[in-house]
């Protein structure tokens, strides 16, 4: 059975920093490539980063870059995004999600979830 599960989220302060974890299992996972991507209340679901696993070439949104990084652990079978230098518009749930081979394909599998709050 495939699963992603995401921590790592909470309430934080504008400027400061979180940590999301994406545990994966299920799946072989050099095979696929793992992606970020936040909703926030009212808006659409937008991609924010993601790492093909199979090389650990990374992407990144434009809101992203040079503020969050992420990277993966494949003996914990892990993807992490480090998100610093916060801002109030980064509130959103995060989700994780992971599609075979590339970026670009499809994401089919994905977790629950996690809330990220930044307040002013």
């Known amino acids: 059975e495939v699963q992603l599960v995401e921590s790592g989220g909470g309430l934080v302060q504008a400027g400061g920093s979180l940590r999301l974890s994406c545990a994966a299992s299920?799946?072989?996972?050099?095979?696929?490539?793992i992606g970020w991507f936040r909703q926030a209340p009212g808006k659409e679901r937008e991609g924010v980063s993601c790492?093909?696993?199979?090389?650990?070439?990374?992407y990144y949104a434009d809101s992203a870059k040079g503020r969050f990084t992420i990277s993966s652990d494949n003996a914990k079978n892990t993807v992490y995004l480090q998100m610093n230098s916060l801002k109030p518009e980064d509130t959103a749930v995060y989700y994780c999600?992971?599609?075979?081979?590339?970026?670009?394909?499809?994401?089919?599998?994905w977790g629950q979830g996690t809330q990220v709050t930044v307040s002013s």
């Open positions: 999600a992971s599609a075979y081979s590339d970026c670009a394909e499809n994401f089919h599998f």
């Open positions: 299920g799946f072989k996972f050099d095979d696929y490539a």
């Open positions: 790492i093909r696993e199979s090389d650990g070439r990374t």
